[in-house]
Structures are given as structure tokens and as C-alpha cells.
């Protein structure tokens, strides 16, 4: 959960601005926490309770405690927040695969990871794709915490979910832009996250593709987490800029599942 927000930090600032490189600075005056850390903390809220309660006024909860985030949040996600009886409405947007990292450290088995995954996207995204996207980042980041090899989990990811995987980082990004989608943003998440040495290097990969590269790096660190120790220094980065309700759900759920 805290590697889902230290990418979204460092991606913040070249949401609208891509840099396609490795080479950058990762925290500066304009990095700031988004979208995808808020809804972030609402589920990892939801499965520290055990994912009995209604995920919708969880999120609500923390989505109207913080309406105007950085970057903004999507306009129909807008509505939903807003909504006193929200809906499903059927997207396949990114905005699920960002969020679900919780369930990636919760569970330990592919079946309840995979049906806890859905319910956390159910509610908004319940289109297939974006019941898909959420499915597959939790299910990476049960297999490198089970520690599979990450050739295994490209070949499982593929077999699993149809994702193409084929292309590298180098060859993703001189032809990749602004894309919205799960089907358009989690593969290239996992490749970057399968080719990186290390978390920071993972980070870094994944804002050097360029397109939603907030919400890219996001879901990449959330995965890079399950996998790669987060250096002290980025932690104490990211958590000097994360007001203290949301670093503090962040926090408690890593003493819960990874003894911090
Ligand atoms: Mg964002």
C-alpha cells in the first residue's frame, strides 16, 4: 500500500507532463499524493475490517474528506462519490487496478484473493476489464509474495488474464500515451515491474513509459512492494508529504501484513 503511494507521489507531477526517462528526480516540490492513494486508503480501510462492510461508503467517506486532490478524480467517478445511492457504472478504467493493492497483501491464496479483488472493483468498475485489471494486480502481488520468479508470474499473468506481455519498457514507451484503461495501463505496470532490479528502479521504469504515469506508477510500486524491500528514504519521502489520516491507515496496515 505505501509503494501504491510513494508512485503515485513520484508519478504525480508527470501526469500531464510525461518524462520518458529513468533519469529524474523522485521527490520535488511538485510531487504530491493524488487520487490513487485516497482510494488506496479506502480499501485497504475495507479489508483491515475484514471486507465485510459495504466498500461504496468507505470510499465516499474518504473521497468527500478530500474532494479536490491533485490531478482530480474522473468525472463520472465524481458523480459516484457525490451519488446517495451509488452504482456500479460499468467502467474499465484504471481507477480499479490503483486502488486494490490491500487485497494483494491480504490474502494467501489465488481464490480469495482474485474474488476480493472483484469485490473491491465491483463497486465502481464492473465492467469486465476493470473487474480484470484489479484481479491482476493482486494476484502479482500474491505470487511475488509467495516468491515466484518473475518469469513465472509473466507466464501466469498471461495464462491467467490474456494480457500481452511481449514488449519491453524500451519498446512500450516511444509509441505509449495518455491511457485511461485497465487494458491500457496494468500490462504495462507489470512489465515494468517484472523488469525492474529493485523498487525505486520499478518506480522509475514505470514513469519512464510515459501515459497516466500517477496512477502507472502506483499500481507498479504497489506491486514492486510485494516483491522489493521500499528503501528508508523513500518512505520517509513519501510519508512527510501524506496527511497523517491517510499515512496512518497506510501504516497500521503494514504492521498487519508485512510486521512493520
Ligand atoms: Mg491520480
Given at each position: 500500500?505505501?509503494?501504491?503511494?510513494?508512485?503515485?507521489?513520484?508519478?504525480?507531477?508527470?501526469?500531464?507532463?510525461?518524462?520518458?526517462?529513468?533519469?529524474?528526480?523522485?521527490?520535488?516540490p511538485?510531487?504530491?499524493?493524488?487520487?490513487?492513494?485516497?482510494?488506496?486508503?479506502?480499501?485497504?480501510e475495507?479489508?483491515?475490517?475484514?471486507c465485510?462492510?459495504?466498500?461504496?461508503?468507505?470510499?465516499?467517506?474518504?473521497?468527500?474528506?478530500?474532494?479536490?486532490?491533485?490531478?482530480?478524480?474522473?468525472?463520472?467517478?465524481?458523480?459516484?462519490?457525490?451519488?446517495?445511492?451509488?452504482?456500479p457504472?460499468?467502467?474499465?478504467?484504471?481507477g480499479?487496478?490503483?486502488?486494490?493493492?490491500?487485497?494483494?497483501?491480504?490474502?494467501?491464496?489465488?481464490?480469495?484473493?482474485?474474488?476480493?479483488?472483484?469485490?473491491?472493483?465491483?463497486?465502481?468498475?464492473?465492467?469486465?476489464?476493470?473487474?480484470?485489471?484489479?484481479?491482476?494486480v493482486?494476484?502479482v502481488?500474491?505470487?511475488a509474495?509467495?516468491?515466484?520468479?518473475?518469469?513465472?508470474?509473466?507466464?501466469?499473468?498471461?495464462s491467467?488474464?490474456?494480457?500481452?506481455?511481449?514488449?519491453?519498457?524500451?519498446?512500450?514507451?516511444?509509441?505509449?500515451?495518455?491511457?485511461?484503461?485497465?487494458?491500457?495501463?496494468?500490462?504495462?505496470?507489470?512489465?515494468?515491474?517484472?523488469?525492474?532490479?529493485?523498487?525505486?528502479?520499478?518506480?522509475?521504469?514505470?514513469?519512464?513509459?510515459g501515459?497516466?504515469?500517477?496512477?502507472?506508477?502506483?499500481?507498479?510500486?504497489?506491486?514492486?512492494?510485494?516483491?522489493?524491500?521500499?528503501?528508508?528514504?523513500?518512505?520517509?519521502?513519501?510519508?512527510?508529504?501524506?496527511?497523517?489520516?491517510?499515512?496512518?491507515?497506510?501504516?497500521?496496515?503494514?504492521?498487519?501484513?508485512?510486521?512493520?
Open positions: 500500500m505505501l509503494g501504491a503511494a510513494i508512485g503515485d507521489i513520484v508519478g504525480s507531477r508527470f501526469e500531464f507532463a510525461n518524462h520518458k526517462s529513468t533519469e529524474f528526480t523522485l521527490f520535488h511538485h510531487s504530491n499524493y493524488t487520487d490513487d492513494t485516497i482510494c488506496t486508503v479506502a480499501v485497504t475495507w479489508v483491515l475490517k475484514g465485510q462492510d459495504d466498500l461504496a461508503p468507505i470510499l465516499q467517506t474518504w473521497c468527500r474528506r478530500y474532494p479536490n486532490p491533485d490531478g482530480a478524480y474522473g468525472a463520472r467517478f465524481s458523480n459516484w462519490i457525490d451519488a446517495e445511492y451509488p452504482a457504472y460499468g467502467s474499465w478504467g484504471n480499479s487496478a490503483m486502488r486494490v493493492s490491500a487485497v494483494g497483501w491480504a490474502f494467501d491464496n489465488l481464490p480469495d484473493t482474485l474474488a476480493q479483488a472483484a469485490a473491491s472493483a465491483a463497486i465502481t468498475h464492473n465492467h469486465p476489464e476493470g473487474i480484470k485489471g484489479a484481479q491482476a493482486a494476484a502481488m500474491l505470487w509474495r509467495q516468491g515466484q520468479p518473475k518469469n513465472w508470474i509473466r507466464q501466469a499473468v498471461s491467467e488474464f490474456g494480457y500481452d506481455l511481449s514488449l519491453s519498457c524500451e519498446q512500450i514507451s516511444p509509441d505509449y500515451r495518455f491511457d485511461e484503461s485497465c487494458q491500457g495501463t496494468v500490462p504495462q505496470a507489470i512489465t515494468a515491474f517484472l523488469e525492474a532490479q529493485d523498487f525505486e528502479h520499478a518506480v522509475r521504469l514505470a514513469v519512464s513509459l501515459g497516466d504515469s500517477d496512477t502507472l506508477a502506483a499500481i507498479t510500486g504497489a506491486m514492486a512492494e510485494a516483491a522489493h524491500p521500499i528503501p528508508q528514504p523513500l518512505r520517509e519521502a513519501a510519508l512527510a508529504i501524506l496527511p497523517r489520516d491517510l499515512a496512518e491507515v497506510l501504516l497500521l496496515a503494514g504492521r498487519v501484513w508485512q510486521g512493520r
